[in-house]
């Protein structure tokens, strides 16, 4: 079983609308969990970062994150075409050292 | 401020052959990685330094060897190329705490036929 799971799609949604990310990893002692965007032929960037149970949000970007269930995803609200990207899902587990999942392609349609 | 900054962009090498792969960041930061990318595989760890004078193997170490040469520059090297590592390798950095992000470099896209 990969220690990082997602679902890799494609995901597609069209332009305004929610896009759900998600993510279930198999470490019980990870501590931090990361999105990362990746364009293609581009280098991930980060996207958010959640280390507490519940919600955060920044801007259109909401994680959120349930360690009971292993399970974290990524909400994007108003979706654009300018998201459309692989997500990667990072985990970091009890040794410090961050495990990706293999990522989720979204694309928005106009 | 270049960030990280990876060298060779592309390569192509035929089995068999060694190469280093360079990469120099910029930011101060005590962390460096290795990494590698394959379709439907997600970023793989090869090595990493956690700080200036110590290297770790990661998740796919065999076939590559490291060096942190100072602060600044970590570089990957093989030996003797495989088909296997065809791939694209991102070099990466972090302040090393658990809220620092991964600075990644633009990436080698490596060939080996």
């Known amino acids: 079983q990969k220690e990082v799971e997602q679902n890799s799609g494609p995901l597609s949604v069209p332009e305004g609308a929610i896009a759900s990310l998600n993510c279930t990893y198999s470490d019980r002692g990870s501590q931090s969990f990361f999105w990362y965007r990746q364009y293609s032929g581009k280098s991930p960037e980060l996207i958010m970062f959640?280390?507490?149970?519940g919600d955060k949000e920044d801007g259109r970007f909401t994680a959120q994150l349930n360690k009971a269930s292993q399970y974290v995803s990524l909400l994007i609200r108003d979706s654009q075409p300018s998201d459309s990207a692989t997500y990667l899902c990072a985990v970091s587990g009890s040794a410090r050292q961050l495990t990706f999942g293999s990522g989720t392609q979204l694309t928005v349609l106009p | 401020n270049a960030g990280v900054t990876q060298t060779p962009k592309f390569q192509v090498l035929k089995t068999g052959q060694s190469m280093t792969l360079q990469c120099a960041q910029d930011m101060n930061h005590n962390s460096m990685y290795w990494y590698r990318q394959d379709p439907g595989m997600g970023l793989r760890l090869i090595y990493y330094s956690a700080s200036e004078g110590t290297t770790d193997k990661g998740e796919v170490p065999n076939g590559y060897n490291v060096s942190r040469l100072n602060k600044r520059e970590f570089s990957l090297r093989l030996e003797s190329a495989a088909p296997s590592q065809t791939s694209v390798y991102f070099c990466?950095?972090?302040?090393?705490?658990?809220?620092?992000?991964?600075?990644f470099g633009n990436g080698t896209r490596l060939t080996v036929t």
């Open positions: 990466a950095s972090s302040d090393g705490d658990r809220e620092a992000p991964l600075h």
């Open positions: 959640i280390y507490s149970n």
